[in-house]
Nanobody
């Protein structure tokens, strides 16, 4: 019914930038909040950044000033602009949008497949 496609992770040197993206497709009626989580090896998954349907953003303290979350409502896509990366930010990054599908119109949260971000020192 609803599919998520993540892209844009990769390997980058410390100080570099990446821009993971996540697009929702299928029977998407609307997308409410769009969020990015990350999970480092041996650690719990944690919220990194969120953006509401109206564009209000929140960030984890560790990424404030480094990351910018943005969305393209026409394409049901969320981006995470990652700047000044350092090795401690290495993790798998997951998008987590809240979507209303055409079948139920009930908001449901979905998980992307994850995209690996590796920052070398």
């Amino acid at each position: 019914q609803v599919q998520l496609a993540e892209s844009g992770g990769g390997l980058v040197q410390a100080g570099g930038s990446l821009k993971p993206s996540c697009a929702a497709s299928g029977k998407v009626a609307s997308v409410n909040s769009m969020n990015w989580f990350r999970q480092a090896p041996g650690k719990q998954r944690e919220l990194v950044a969120a953006i509401t349907g109206r564009g209000t953003t929140t960030y984890q303290d560790a990424v404030k000033g480094r990351f910018i979350i943005s969305r393209d409502n026409g394409k049901n896509t969320v981006h995470l602009h990652m700047n000044s990366l350092h090795p401690e930010l290495t993790a798998v990054y997951y998008c987590h949008p809240v979507v209303r599908n055409y079948r139920t119109f009930v908001p449901e949260a979905y998980w992307g497949q994850g995209t690996q971000v590796t920052v070398s020192s």
